[in-house]
């Protein structure tokens, strides 16, 4: 891999490692060639801009004493040797991809104050009784391939068999766009790590959500990445003539969806703080202005930490969009889309961040549910995992407008060097 030209200017590489060059490195990682547009910024998996993003942080790695290699997955892997060679490693990242039109922080931010952990110790020359590896994970958002977090899959062992060849917008499959990067898609499962190979998984993140921002906190630590189910309900009445179709006669399916998505709502709001509950997708038929709607489909998603406060809550909407149905003569049908469980974070990991939080930033930290996936929750399936948010401003994610204050990230930073250290004195 090639290191130069990238844009590390002699300013950048001139800062100290710590969160205020991660955020400063984030920056130049958001123009182009390290985006696919030149207005926005765009970054898939294995584009020609995920390329060069690839072979920026390598020599940012390489400078920091790191090992580069891509896996087979298409990962960048870094590694900074222990005290003795073929340790076992503590593995650090986040994603290197981006959805369009994205912000500059989602995913990088975390690979880039790995990179900087690594910068600080190789500085100090000092090294710890295990390996640490940074990974940047390479579709961690799904953005060009019809599949997401594909390329933890293969690291966590979960691609047991080679995944199917699936093509981009573009008509580009995945085969293709591996052996344009030297890989392939046969060798995608070969990029599993062994168990006995990986202590553990720590992934920094932006929040993506407004609640440190709202309690003033740079930091929280996560307890689990929340349970998730999506349905697909029907609800259909009787299509009638809007003038001519009394009022005490209707069975209006959009009159019953606009009480269902009510009552959505309000069992949301009745649980503990990480249950949520949206509508998000709805579709009136026949959806023209004379006549009364005879049909309407529309999504449910909800979401809480604990899978039972999920089912409990989606039982409760169950049972209410049952009976405001018969009350309004309109059938109902619920067909489940999507199940995804609930994945804890390890209780003595997390335990561990947050003394290191609380250390940095001399209060007990908030402790909070991830409401959105993270590749952490697929490298739960090969190593306890944990993870670290960092406040965004207006909790504004996936938009240009996506910003960090960096004193936040120096923080963050401290919390995750305290983190490694405690990690390391308390290994046997
Ligand atoms: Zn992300």
Known sequence: MMSSDCSDTASLSALPPGGHRAVARCDALGVAPYSEEKDQLFRPYLSASYRATCDCIAGWMQSAGMKTRLDAAGNLVGRYEGLTPD???????????????????????????????????????????????????????????????????????????????????????LQDALAAEGLALERMPEAARKPEEILAYLEAHIEQGPVLEAENRAVGVVTAIAAQYR????????????????????????????????????????GPSDLVATVGQLTVVPGVPNVVPGEVIFSIDVRAGDAAVRNAATAEIRTALEALAARRKVTLEISLQQDLPATPCDAALTDMLSEAAQSVTGTVPRRMVSGAGHDAMIVAALAPVCMLFIRCEGGISHNPAEAVNPSDVEQAFQVMTRFIEDFAGRRP
């Open 87 to 173: 340790a076992p490693a503590l593995l650090i990242g986040s994603h290197i991809d981006s959805v369009r039109d994205g912000g500059r922080y989602d995913g990088m931010l975390g690979v880039l104050m790995s990179v900087e952990l690594v910068a600080h110790y190789a500085a100090q020359g000092r090294r710890f009784p295990f390996a640490l590896e940074v990974i940047g994970f390479g579709d961690e958002e799904g953005s060009r391939f019809p599949a997401a977090m594909l390329t933890s899959r293969a690291v966590a062992g979960l691609l047991k068999e080679v995944p199917a060849d699936m093509q981009d917008a573009a008509g580009i499959t």
């Open 231 to 270: 349905f697909r309900v029907r609800m259909k009445g009787v299509a009638g003539h809007a003038g001519t179709m009394p009022m005490t006669l209707r069975q209006d399916a959009l009159a019953a969806a606009a009480e269902a998505v009510l009552a959505i709502e309000k069992i949301g709001q009745s």
